[in-house]
Nanobody, 123 residues
Framework: QVQLVESGGGLVQPGDSLRLSCGASGRIISSYFMGWFRQAPGKEREFVAAISWSTSTAIYADSLKGRFTISRDNAKNTGYLQMSSLKPEDTAVYYC????????????????WGQGTQVTVSS
């Protein structure tokens, strides 16, 4: 079993930066991906970014490239999502997930999810 805990969310102003953390415990397989997804009120869960635990391979949603950076620290079993130039439309609950998957952008392929952390971008 794998457990994930997100942290780092909060209320920020447009243009601010924020770094989310995802601490993982349990059996982490080197071939697993870590993914970040977000869900705004009334909207479906959408892909943000994903990275392999074993390589530098990273995937981003096209609309977020250049503003968001995904990374991981394998020694700490922790993943990160660095968010810059935040916009009101980035407001959502952000979730991290992990699993051995074929398509990292597909939330249906992840078995293990954190509880989510709220990010609110507002002036």
């Amino acid at each position: 079993q794998v457990q994930l805990v997100e942290s780092g969310g909060g209320l920020v102003q447009p243009g601010d930066s924020l770094r989310l953390s995802c601490g993982a415990s349990g059996r982490i397989i080197s071939s697993y991906f870590m993914g970040w997804f977000r869900q705004a009120p009334g909207k479906e869960r959408e892909f943000v970014a994903a990275i392999s635990w074993s390589t530098s391979t990273a995937i981003y949603a096209d609309s977020l490239k250049g503003r968001f950076t995904i990374s991981r620290d394998n020694a700490k079993n922790t993943g990160y999502l660095q968010m810059s130039s935040l916009k009101p439309e980035d407001t959502a609950v952000y979730y991290c997930a992990t699993d051995r998957i074929v398509r990292p952008t597909n939330p249906l392929e992840y078995r293990y999810w954190g509880q989510g952390t709220q990010v609110t971008v507002s002036s």
